[in-house]
């Protein structure tokens, strides 16, 4: 497996608090990916980036932001947790846009 | 938008049987992904297919990518236990990665 760690891997919080979750890697590839899953839409992608400092919006951004000031580091913080984003976070790393990516192994997020 | 449809969304096997799930895409892909998802696991990449017409495998798994690059299938021949999970296919387009929902594959011993 890729060297991508996840943290918190599992997550219980409140509606209304903020949330970071956050994704390191050690294989320094340039693309990060932020996605979803949830049953019947698949994995859906919330934010990318493509460098330090630079991000974009997927099709799910709404209620989410990121953070990258490090090559190895990609920040996912909801600002003020809802129940809908009750989900599994996935983080994704990629040399290239458009090709092959790598997961980490997800991290469960439970907004009560 | 891009759009990569896959079905069927579930399959139920006995053990040994056959499985093929089906991808398509509404626009011409630069490339075919596959990737697999253990229960309550992450997605794994399986492997990608580049040129039109392209078969690959892999022992059991065999993989297409169509002759106008907008349709893939998955096949797995004798299914095993080992094979449950979601198969995902992910078409590449313009620096675009779009994924398939997913079809889910559960296998009964």
């Known amino acids: 497996d890729a060297g991508i760690t996840q943290s918190p891997r599992h997550k219980v919080t409140e509606t209304g608090t903020p949330v970071t979750l956050r994704c390191h890697q050690t294989?320094?590839?340039?693309?990060m990916y932020w996605y979803r899953q949830d049953p019947g839409h698949g994995l859906r992608l919330i934010h990318y980036s493509y460098g330090v400092k630079d991000t974009d919006k997927g099709e799910v951004s709404d209620g989410y932001s990121v953070s990258r000031s490090k090559t190895e580091d990609f920040l996912l913080t909801l600002e003020s947790a809802t129940s809908s984003q009750t989900s599994v976070y996935f983080c994704?790393?990629?040399?290239?846009?458009?090709?092959?990516?790598?997961f980490g192994e997800g991290s469960w997020l439970t907004v009560v | 938008g891009q759009q990569v449809m896959q079905i069927p969304q579930y399959q139920h096997v006995q053990e040994g049987e056959d499985f093929t799930t089906y991808c398509n895409s509404s626009?011409?892909?630069?490339?075919i992904q596959w990737y697999k998802q253990r229960p309550g696991g992450h997605p794994v990449f399986l492997i990608q297919?580049?040129?039109?017409?392209e078969v690959k495998k892999q022992k059991r798994l065999t993989f297409q990518f169509g002759e106008a690059k907008k349709n893939s299938s998955l096949h797995i021949t004798a299914t095993q236990t080992t094979d449950v999970g979601t198969y995902f296919c992910a078409g590449g387009s313009q620096g675009n990665l779009i994924f398939g929902k997913g079809t889910k594959l559960s296998v009964k011993p």
């Open positions: 626009t011409t892909l630069s490339n």
């Open positions: 994704a790393i990629s040399q290239t846009p458009g090709n092959t990516i790598y």
């Open positions: 294989e320094n590839h340039r693309y």
């Open positions: 297919l580049v040129k039109s017409g």
